[in-house]
């Protein structure tokens, strides 16, 4: 049944297939996953927004002794009212580093832990460098033209009238910081997970303006977060 309804909707995943029809307003039933996990995140009071490539993957299973998933504060806010009702954080990441590690993950198809989605796996094993990667991001009209790992982090922080509506944001070096604040919710060490190692050529000017240009919005994000944090 998702898989006829990607297309319809304009999706390639079917893990993007919830949130479109969440922003479209469409009533569509949570699989028993799904069900699992917001049974998880009520337990634990805590709602984490994992965006992908910034060490969510260990956190989520921290918090919930499972994988939360890539949604956004809207998916949770649309179909999920009463989760209004718990703190939210998430964690961010320099983009530019954050583009490499997606890069890397990219180009080997994923990692011994997960895999990059088949509607994208042969697209990316195929990149013959960093500007095919970059090419890819540049011609998307939409998040969903590209796999979470490439999409900006903004996107998943913000409400339908593109404000940031998740309550705390952490940068990943910050891990001293995150642990301080998850204490409250679990007792649990928070290990490190989801590392890809690849070798790369250094990337040039244009490259790197490329990836600014893409990632604007997050490194202005960001920006703010770092001057709250040495307020």
């Known amino acids: 049944m ?4 990607q297309p ?12 479109r029809l969440a922003e479209l307003h469409i009533p569509y039933p949570p699989g028993p996953k799904r069900r699992k996990r917001m049974k998880k995140i009520r337990q634990c009071g805590l709602l984490f ?9 260990s956190i ?3 918090l919930y ?4 998933g890539h949604e956004t504060i809207r998916y949770f806010h649309n179909r999920m009212w009463n989760m209004r009702q718990y703190p939210s954080f998430a964690i961010l990441r320099d983009p530019l580093q954050r583009f490499l590690s997606a890069y890397r993950y990219a180009r080997m198809g994923g990692s011994s832990d997960r895999r990059v989605t088949a509607s994208f796996r042969q697209q990316y094993m195929n990149f013959r460098c960093i500007d095919d990667a970059l090419d890819h991001i540049g ?3 939409r998040p969903y033209d590209i796999d979470h790992i490439f999409r900006k982090q903004k996107w998943y922080l913000t409400d339908r009238n593109g404000r940031i509506a998740v309550d705390h944001l952490f940068m990943m070096e910050d891990m001293d910081r995150i642990r301080q604040f998850m204490k409250k919710y679990t007792p649990n060490y928070i290990p490190h997970a989801n590392r890809t190692q690849d ?9 790197i303006y490329r990836i600014r240009k893409i990632y604007e ?3 202005d994000l960001i920006s703010q977060v770092r001057a709250l944090q040495e307020k």
């Open 65 to 68: 002794d499972l994988e939360i």
């Open 139 to 141: 011609e998307a009209r």
């Open 199 to 207: 070798d790369l050529p250094p990337l040039n000017v244009d490259q």
């Open 60 to 62: 989520s299973r921290t």
């Open 2 to 5: 998702q898989t006829l309804l």
């Open 49 to 57: 927004i994992h965006i992908p490539k910034n060490a969510g993957t």
């Open 217 to 219: 919005e997050d490194y």
């Open 8 to 19: 319809v909707v304009g999706v390639k995943m079917s893990s993007d297939l919830h949130e």
